[in-house]
């Protein structure tokens, strides 16, 4: 699977090159961002911007990879996605970071990041 991959120091921007992400290409997306080195400790931003079409299986790679950001501690974004996809998950799943710009997913993930770090120092 092909990626223009742009690594942050807190951040891992991800933006996959394929014409369509269906069901014969969703477990091998879900697989490769999970399994990139540069993302363990790291946030993620997934840029679709580059994917023209997604079916349901492809949503649900997407889901399935920012559930596992978050049940590693740290935070997912979703930019790129068409008006009727970003409908669509907005629709079903309120509590997604979707942004419409690339700049905004990086201020949401960083925010996140920072309320992190400052639960975490109240704990002591």
């Known amino acids: 699977m092909k990626f223009k991959i742009d690594t942050k120091e807190k951040i891992l921007i991800v933006h996959p090159e394929i014409p369509r992400l269906d069901v014969n290409l969703s477990v091998e997306f879900a697989r490769s961002i999970t399994d990139l080195p540069e993302l363990k400790d790291r946030n993620l931003i997934l840029d679709m ?4 079409e ?3 299986a492809g949503l649900m790679a997407i889901l399935t990879v920012y559930q596992q ?3 590693s501690r740290q935070s997912c974004a979703i930019t790129g996605l068409n008006n009727t ?3 669509i998950l907005r629709e079903s799943y309120e509590d997604l970071n979707i942004t419409p710009t690339l700049a905004e997913a990086i201020d949401i993930v960083m925010m996140e990041s920072l309320e992190r770090e400052l639960m975490e120092g109240e704990e002591w």
């Open 49 to 52: 911007a580059l994917v023209p």
């Open 54 to 56: 997604i079916d349901e």
């Open 69 to 71: 950001q978050y049940d």
């Open 85 to 87: 996809l970003t409908g």
